[in-house]
Each structure stands twice: as structure tokens, then as C-alpha cells.
């Protein structure tokens, strides 16, 4: 059903694990309009760009609409009979552990509950992990390692209530938009001091007292650093470590050995004095909160990055206390969520445990299963391994795209191609990943689901219906309970909806709870043997489920308020005591040679999710930052011979990619970043992970995505072309000689064509390639204009009066003075803008330049004039020439840079 005209649904952000609540309805052109929830307390009615572009996200194209067994469409009863059928014949011939799910933190916690209980449970195989061991996995072996559970202690008004804030290894203005929006208010009241620790410049140094751009991977030895500082300085808080702590003086003794600052200062690279006010300010901050991200997590020494801040903030009783707590903010929605219901290899649902009897018995009773897997199972790299080996001879893949995300990506590729039997379930009809699926089943997507996600501060919130779904798309936990049932398991998945499913799960999380020590304590904090209790939540009605509020867990009774954990110093660890974990620096795995001069960062843009099969249907968002990138300093430019905006080849050890040159002072001299968003359906060329080798932390599995070694070479080319058109398939069909990257507008695509063949033949080719499609579409009443404007050449194709198709190609053209081609499609001949395609000169007011504020729709031009001629001398006076940064705010950082370039080379 979908929301009737005028009636605002309340749901979650489909994206980030900051969790924002959103309201949507249709409004009268059948449009899905989404707003902020001014009641959920993530948000407070903020949205960043990506959750307001929601409703352009939404929708029938490009989706995954039938079951298809090798590309053909089939029944879902053909379907599920097929996979049921294949899973069980590869489990009889060669044994349980020959199967495996890997799964996502974009499941719902419903379908990821049944996915592992599937696989765990009934197939008796722990193979079966999630891409949060991409993400997350470090946070939880560093968590476990200290707390004795995988706990986030705090919650995000922590951030508001702080004096000093820390965000390491987190590009939060970007990643976290609305944290950071949040964060930004608050220090325009409280005035607290923030510090942000990245070999990066990002956007969230917009808001930071200090930036310390470390080196790569040397985040020990700047917080054991920390530790040794404070225990030299009286700064320890020896009641606390003493009630509540143990094994501070090996940590101790660690951190001393390379803990004086010279030490610090030759393995960070940081000023002596930068380090010292940090650990000064530190010292002196009670209310202290660090976040940290995938900066600390994406490292062959993550568990340890984790657990060296973990060690400051025992070391001062900063934990789980009003404004004074660590905090690893989670990337996906539902990232808490599969942590939560055991989609790790290594953990049992309900925070349970492998190494523990009690816990297998208790739940080998509650799913009335004998067969409930005894060991951990293959984490992701190492399943994809045992896939090549030939271990494993059936995946099913949800919710993911391994062929993008996983370091290796050819070779990825190259494994399922060669996988005996791939099963795919995914909304979209056109994945990297997909392109290997021997089964492809039709999942219903965010608008179209319905059941429950957790976000970053363990606050469980409704996802809801808003639209029907499209075809035959089913929900997740549905197809995954189908095939348990026709491999003969049916009566532990007989469930009638997702509220049966989350509430066996609430029940599970109550096995063995102390009934005494259930519920709050005098502190206010919750005092439970296992902290992941939703008792509250067990006897839920439909209604109850369907109507549930954003709460926070532990919920011992329904919808009770903001609880923090851990903040009276008892912790999850059989002493109940925090464990201090020794912690040495190891560099980073491969190192610079020379070779491979510079070390290549990678992460994430602040408009595109992830491999962007839903925020690159979005013409809004895929105008903020059109193209792959590669970020590299002046100095590197230089040496390197890279002129601005030329394509670039980037080669490592595992393969070589084209990305186009950004030369900014993002990037210190010797490091170079790339976004690892695009993929071989939106470029020919630009997969980041076709660059990054598969090593990783041996404690967590976690990847090292952020240190690569890579050389770099200019990329000559004999010809580019821009290219509107409806039909996308053009791309695709381009030689090798032609690299391309393709991006959505609002009524069709913009392609970008860069070419080994002279302009002419390059223009002849184009125009085959039209009229071909042309022929194919059957376009009728069609008109052909060619024509030589600036020693460029520039062809159109009208549909009757109406602009179908344009291309424009050169052997040097300039994409930025070309962003009026993005509105041209179907506009009539007569149009100034179309007229502008045969002069060349768009008429002034139209040459707004790459989008900044997607809400506003403010271009770079327009902000640079601003700034010129308005001699703009704040970001308050730019938004209030502009507009710009007056919607969501998540530009404001951009705006600071651009001031700061501007003045700093004035014209
Ligand atoms: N716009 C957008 N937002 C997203 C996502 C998205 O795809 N797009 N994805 C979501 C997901 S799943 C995740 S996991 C989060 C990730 O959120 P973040 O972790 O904030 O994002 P990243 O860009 O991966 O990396 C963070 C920063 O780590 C820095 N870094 C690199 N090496 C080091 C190091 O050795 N030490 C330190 N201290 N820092 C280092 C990088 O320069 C980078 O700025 O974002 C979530 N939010
Ligand atoms: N180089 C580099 N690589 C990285 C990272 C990095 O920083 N650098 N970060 C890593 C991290 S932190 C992460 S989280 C991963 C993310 O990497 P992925 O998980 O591979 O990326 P997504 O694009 O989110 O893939 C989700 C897929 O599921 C589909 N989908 C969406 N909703 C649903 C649904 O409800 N059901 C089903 N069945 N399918 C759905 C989407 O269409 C899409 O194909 O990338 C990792 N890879
Ligand atoms: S910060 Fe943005 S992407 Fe993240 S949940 Fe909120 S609106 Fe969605
Ligand atoms: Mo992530």
C-alpha cells in the first residue's frame, strides 16, 4: 500500500548508521517526498543530502523485477526450489562447511536474524559473514578485547555535552552528516575544542580546533603515546583503574616503551607541539569523547588502533559516562543491527559466544536444533578464498556487492565467475556482482520493506512500508525462510511476518539473563550479565511492533528512555572488570617503494553510497562530485607531471586504474585518495579495489583499505566527448580504446568519453552508435544536426521538436564548462540552452558549474562569483548571496575551503 496523499509515514534513513528519522508521503504527482522527523532523537528533523534526495532514489528503473535462473526470468517457485535444491545436494556430496551466506549491515535485523539461524542453526555451518567485517569488525574484536562485549557505551548527545572531542580515522561531515551538523551547533554554544586526527585535510576540519594529519597506519603510537603522557603527568584516575580495570601496567609498559614524544613525533610525523597541546588538552577533559571510523578499523593493526583508545579512556574513567565516552560510529543502517543477531563468522546471535557451553546449549534449545555450528566460520576474505580453492562450492550473496567492495576486485570477479553455483539476492537488476549470479532473486528495497534496523548509539528503530513493490520483489527475510523451508527446515521458519521474527529474537536475547540484576541500577545505568536485553520488547502485539518508537537497548521495559552503559564500572568480562590491552605499533603492511612512490587513501564522497546502485539514480547527488577522482597534492602533481583535471593511471602491485586528477591540499605531499565508489557499471576503468591487496588484521579479518603503494602516470588520450542520452547501454558498448564514465541527469545520462582515436573518428563512432540506438528505440520523426563550433564538433538528434540525444567532442575539451549539458534532454530546439549546443556559449546564469549545494542547486560558479564579486568574507555571507549551505548544511565545509582557496589566490 503506499501512503495515501498528505499522510507523513514515519521511517528510517535508508543510508548511514547515524539512524535519522524521516517522514515520507506521495504527493500529487506521485512523487515521494521525505522530511526530517522533528520527534526521532538522531536527528531532530535534520536530513543531510543523501537522506533528502531519498525520494529520487525510489522507483521502478533499473530494479531487479523477476527470479532469473542463468538470466532468464523463472518463477519464485523455480527459484527457491533451485536454490534449496543446489545448497542441499553441494551439503550432501561435500559436507556443510562447502556452503556459505555473506550477507550486510543493509539487511533489516529481521532478515538478517533468519539468515543466520538458517546457516548457524540448521545447516550447522558458521560460514556465513557480512561486510561489516569490512567495516566494523575491528570496533567489535577491540570492544570484546576490553569490555567482554561489543558494546558502544555511549549516545550522541555525549557529542553535545563534551569539552573535547576527538574524531580519528572519521571524515564525519561527509560520512555522518548529521552527527556532525549536530556537533557544529554545539560547539557554537558550548564552545567545547575539537581535535581531528587524519593524514587527510577533509571536510570535517571545518569545524576542528586542531588537525593533526598523521602518517598512515601510526595511530598507536600517538595514543600509547597519550597513555604514557598521562601516567607521567598525574593525569590517571587510579580509583577508577583500580575498581574497575585490569592489566594497566603491561599496557603501561608497552605504551612507555616508544611513548616519550620524539618517539611519537618520528612515527606519526606530527609536530612536537601539535602532540603536546592534544595530550594536554586530554589530560585536562574530563568530558572527553573519541569517535573514530574507518581511519582506525581499515588497518592491519585495527584491533589494536581500537583497543589503544580504549586503553586512554579506562586509563581516566572516561567510559560510558555523560559526555565522556569512546565511540566508533557504525557506516551502514543496520551495521548494529547484524553485529546484534550474529551475522559474524565468530559470534553467536544475541551477543552469545562459540567458547561458551552454556550459550550453545541454550540456544541449541531455544531453535529446537541439534545441529547448531560448533566453531567460527570463514570470515569474508577467507571465504572468497575458499571459494577459489574449491572449499566452497555454493554463495548466496545479500545485500552486497563483493565484485566492488572487497579488496582484490578482479580477482573477486574472477571467483564467482568460476564458483560453482553464485545465488545473488539484490533490488537492482545490474550489479558488478550480479553479472556472476547464477540465481538473481528480487529483493524489495528500502520504501518498499518493512521491519527494524540499529543505529550507531544502539537506538532500534522502524523501517517501514512506504511504497508497493515493484514486480516480484519479495523481503529478504521471506526468500531466506522460503528456501529454509523447501530444504526441509520449515517449522523453525514458519514465521507470518517480520514482527514474529523480531520478536523470537527479543526473546532470544533474554536466555540466561540474570533475572535480578535485569533493569536499571542507582547510577542509572544498566547492570545486566548480558547488556543486549530486549526483554522489554518480547510480548510485543502487531500493533505495538508495527507503532514501536526509536528506543535504545538495553530495553528491559518497553520504550524506556536514554541509557548509557558501562558508566558505573562494571563491565561484560567474566571479572566483570575492563580489560587494558598491551598494544604495540606495527606499520602498515606494504610500504612505499620506489617503485610505488605514494600511498593511496581510500573512502568515501559525501553525496554517493557505497558502489552507488541507489545513490547513483539520484541526478542531484551524482552532480556533487561526477566522476572517480584521485586527489593529490600540488607538489605530487608536479613531480609526477599531472596537470589539473587530466586523466590519471594509478598502478599497484594488483592492477591499474584511469581517475581524474584533483590537485588540492587535501592530501599531503606522498599520499594520494581515491572514493571507492564507482564500479563497471558507472566506468570502464575506475574500480579502486581492483588496486588494493587483500591484507589484513589478524585479530579482526578487517582489510587494509587505507594504504595501498601506487605509482601514477599521466594517461594521454587523443580525443574526449560528452554525451547526453537517455540510453545508458551506449557505454557499454565502447572499444577498449574508450575509457568512459556515466553519470545520471535528470531525464537520462551524461557520458564521459575519453578516446586513443583522433576527434573525427571518434565523432564518426558516436554518431553510428546514436543512430543505432536510435533505429533500436524506434525513434520516429527524427532529426540529425552536425556541426564545427571552436574546432570542436557537436551532433544532435531531435525527436520531432524535442532534444533525444547530444554529443560534443574535441581533443581537449573542458567538462565544467559543459554543466548546462546536464538539463538538455527534451528540451525543444528553440531553447536558449539547446541553441547554446551550436554556439558554444551557454547563455549567462546557466553556467552555474559543478553542483555544491545539492539542495539549493548551487554551482561552483555561481559560489566563486559570490565570493569575487560580493568580496564575500564568511560562509554566512556566501549563503546569504547564494543560498548555498541554507538546506541541510552538509556543504558548509566546501564552502569554508572554496572562501579559503579563493582568498588565499585571489584573481
Ligand atoms: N556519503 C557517504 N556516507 C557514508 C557512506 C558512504 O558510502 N557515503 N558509507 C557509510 C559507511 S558503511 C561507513 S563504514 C562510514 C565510514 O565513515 P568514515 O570512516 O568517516 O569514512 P572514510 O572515508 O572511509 O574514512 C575516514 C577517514 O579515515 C582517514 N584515514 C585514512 N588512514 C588513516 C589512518 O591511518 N589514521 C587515521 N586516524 N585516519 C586515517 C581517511 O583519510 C578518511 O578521511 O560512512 C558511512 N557514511
Ligand atoms: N577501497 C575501499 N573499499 C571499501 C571501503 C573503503 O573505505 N575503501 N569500505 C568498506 C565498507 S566500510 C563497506 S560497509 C563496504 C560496502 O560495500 P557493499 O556492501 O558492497 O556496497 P553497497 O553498494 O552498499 O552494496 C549493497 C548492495 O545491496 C543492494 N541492496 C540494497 N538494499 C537491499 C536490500 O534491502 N536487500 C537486498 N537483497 N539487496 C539490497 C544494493 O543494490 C547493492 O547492490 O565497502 C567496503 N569496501
Ligand atoms: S546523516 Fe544523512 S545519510 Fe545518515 S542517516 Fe541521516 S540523513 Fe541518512
Ligand atoms: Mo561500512
Redesign the pocket.
Known sequence: MSPKENTWIKSTCAYCGVGCGIEARTNSHGKLEVRGDSQHPANLGKLCSKGLALGETVGIEGRLLKPQINQQDVSWEEALADVAGQFNRVIERHGKEAVAFYV????LTEDYYVANKLMKGFVGSANIDT?SR??MSSSVAGHKRAFGADIVPGCYEDLEMADLIILTGSNLAWCHPVLFQRLREAKAKRHCKIIVIDPRKTPTCDIADMHLPLLPGSDIALFNGLLAFLSENNSLDFEYIEAATEGLDLALATAFRFGDIESVQAVTGLDKAQILTFYQLFAASKKTVTVYS?GVN?STSGTNKVNSILNCHLATGRVGKPGSTPFSVT??PNAMGGREVGGLANMLAAHMDFGNPEHTQQISAFWQTDNLASAPGLKAIDMFNAIESGQIKAIWI?????A??LPESKRISTILANCPYVVV????AD?D?LRHANVALP????SE?SGTVTNSERRISRQRRLLPSPGEAKP?WWIICEVAKKMGFGDAFDYHNEADIFREYAQMTTLGQKEATAGMNRHGVCALSRPLNLSGLTGLTAKQYHQMPPQQWPVTTYNQPTVRLFGNGEFATPSGKAQFIATDHRPIAATTSRQYPLLLN???IRDH??????SGLSPRLSEHISEPFLALSPQDAERFSIKPNALVNVISRKGEILLRARISKECQSGHVFAP?HWNNCTTSMGK??TL?ADQRDPLSGQPE?KATPVRIEPSPYQSEALLITQDKHIATSMSPQQHWTSQRTHNGHLIRVTSQQQPEQLHTWLAAQMTHVQRYAQVKDQQLISIEVNNESRYAQFQGNQLHSAFIVSDDLHPSDYDYLYTLIGRPLSDPLVQALFTGKAPPGHQNGRLVCACKQVGVKTIEQAIRAKSCCSVKEISDATQAGTGCGSCLPELTLMLEEIQIKPI
Open positions: 550486510s549491515g543493509q539487511l561486510n569490512l567495516c574507518q581499515q557506516g551502514q545479500m545485500a552486497t556487492n563483493p566492488v567492495s539476492s539484490d533490488c537492482m550489479t556482482t529483493a524489495q528495497g528500502w520493506k529478504d581510500s573512502g568515501r553510497w557505497h558502489t552507488m546502485t541507489r571507492f579502486v579495489n588494493i583499505f
